[in-house]
């Protein structure tokens, strides 16, 4: 019986300290980031400008496509909620959404490709 009261004690206590600790799961995420930006500060004043309107114009593009991609995603799951939902319609919207899709990932690939010949950075397929 001591043992068993022993063992709840234990466990008690260790689950009871272990959620006063906060984990950090950002901390890998991060790190190619930071790569990246010490690369980019190690670039000349007029360098930093040409990369930050570059990729100032990517992410504008990547959100515009993230926005419509989702757009598109509510109008499929509209339809699909219909009593008798078109498949031809879905079909489209799924098409439509390949091709932005597809846009996307090729603008940004082009950024990295142009970011890496101006100015000798290579960024991760992960970014």
């Not at 990729?55 to 419509?68: G, S, T, V, Y």
């Not at 319609?89 to 970011?115: G, P």
Request: net charge positive; charged share 35%; no cysteine.
């Amino acid at each position: 019986m001591k043992k068993i009261i022993g063992i709840l004690a234990i466990i008690i206590s260790t689950t009871a300290f272990s959620k006063n600790q906060p984990v950090n799961h950002s901390v890998h995420k991060n790190a190619g980031k930071s790569q990246i930006a010490k690369k980019v500060s190690d670039l000349k004043p007029g360098q930093q400008r040409q990369y930050k309107v570059m990729h100032e114009r990517a992410m504008d593009d990547k959100k515009k496509n993230k926005l419509a991609i989702k757009e598109i995603d509510n109008q499929i799951q509209k339809e699909r909620r219909n009593k008798k939902p078109n498949i031809k319609k879905i079909k489209k919207l799924n098409a439509k959404k390949s091709r932005l899709q597809d846009d996307q990932e090729s603008s940004m690939l082009k950024f990295k490709l142009e970011v890496k010949d101006r100015f000798g950075i290579k960024i991760a397929s992960s970014i």
